[in-house]
């Protein structure tokens, strides 16, 4: 197969927020646009529907529900283009038909507000991914973020949701879990599990991202690591001038979120100012792209191919390597791994292939 036919799976975007405050898919000022989309051959989309952690018990499923709900519309809009899936059928069936399938994800577990009455109301509503927490830990799971975890990553009702996810077939998503609830998980779960948006940690020391232990035994359950292209989390130099020049990312935003209470369009319209404001402080500062094969090179070579993907968390982040716009730069990353030496069948896995594994061994 060509290198310009082989289709990709993004497992991580946040464009979904975006979408929420009126922005247009059409719009070139996203990261996620459906012209950038077709440039890049993009097959698959996951969408993450994130809730901030400052959203209180008792609000946080109603506010989902909305967000989804609201998302769906915009799908809708986009019909000739996008269409949801739910398996493995219906999104090779978007191919054939030449459509971008979109994957809903739901990105923290606080949205189920310790019910999993609400866990099965999300599986309802086409929710097939859910990062089981964010920047700050729940009563059920810890948070990578948390110094001082108040228990060892699950609580007993955290390894019940676990469970009820294998049964459901929700793809359980590890990105922001502590190394501790990491391998809770591991020993739990009965399918594949991914880290949707995460790096290696020998190259990057940040809490965020994994360390080998930890990527080699989601490799081992048949998972896999979709890299983000976050300078943060790709450089470890990169990483600590962020600190020196501006601050704590999750930090700075979750008092921001704070602030906004739950004024689900106020929220949306925090991050591109944010994002402004944190570019201005790392004016004249950047790092290759080339960093990002860093990250491709060290987990082939610890794992092998058959186990990354690309999470970009795109629109989710206020900093890109030097020269990257938009998700059109997947093409040219594809093109990228040619060139390194990797073979067809490893493309064609790290771009397609290892994500339709999961996708059809969790979700049908």
């Avoid at 676990?162 to 190394?179: R, V, W």
């Avoid at 979120?257 to 402080?281: H, N, V, W, Y």
Wanted: aromatic share 8%.
């Amino acid at each position: 197969m060509p290198e310009s036919v082989i289709p990709i799976c993004d497992l991580h975007c946040d464009t979904a927020t975006n979408l929420l405050i009126g922005d247009s898919l059409l719009d070139p000022r996203l990261q996620v646009n459906l012209p950038a989309m077709k440039k890049a051959g993009i097959g698959l989309q996951v969408f993450a529907c994130y809730l901030p952690p400052a959203i209180p018990k008792g609000k946080a499923f109603a506010m989902i529900s909305d967000f989804i709900a609201r998302f769906k519309e915009v799908l809708t809009r986009h019909e000739q283009d996008l269409q949801l899936c739910l398996d493995r059928e219906q999104v090779m069936a978007c191919q054939k038909q030449g459509k971008i399938a979109a994957v809903l994800a739901v990105e923290n577990g606080n949205a189920i507000e310790a019910d999993l009455g609400k866990l099965e109301a999300l599986y309802r509503m086409g929710v097939r991914l859910m990062t089981i927490v964010h920047a700050e830990s729940n009563e059920w799971v810890i948070s990578s973020n948390d110094a001082r975890p108040p228990f060892p990553g699950l609580s007993d009702f955290g390894r019940e949701v676990i469970q009820a996810m294998n049964d459901l077939g929700m793809i359980i998503d590890l990105s922001h879990a502590h190394d501790r609830a990491v391998e809770a998980v591991l020993r739990i779960s009965k399918h594949p599990v991914i880290a949707s948006h995460s790096c290696a940690r020998a190259l990057c020391d940040t809490a965020r991202n994994l360390p080998d232990d930890l990527i080699a035994g989601i490799a081992a359950g048949d998972g896999l690591i979709g890299l983000n292209i976050y300078p943060g989390f790709l450089d470890g130099a990169f990483n600590r001038l962020i600190a020196e020049q501006a601050g704590d990312l999750f930090t700075e935003l979750g008092r921001l979120e704070r602030s906004a209470g739950m004024d689900l369009a106020r929220i949306g319209r925090l991050f591109p100012d944010f994002s402004a404001k944190f570019q201005t402080a790392m004016a004249g500062h950047s790092i290759p792209l080339e960093r990002y094969y860093d990250h491709i090179l060290y987990l082939s070579e610890l794992v092998g191919a058959e186990f990354i993907a690309f999470g970009s968390d795109f629109d989710g982040v206020p900093l890109l390597p030097q020269g990257v716009k938009d998700c059109s730069v997947f093409g040219d990353i594809r093109a990228g791994l040619f060139e390194r030496d990797y073979s067809r069948d490893e493309v064609e896995a790290i771009c397609w292939n290892n994500f339709m594994r999961v996708l059809g061994a969790v979700c049908g």
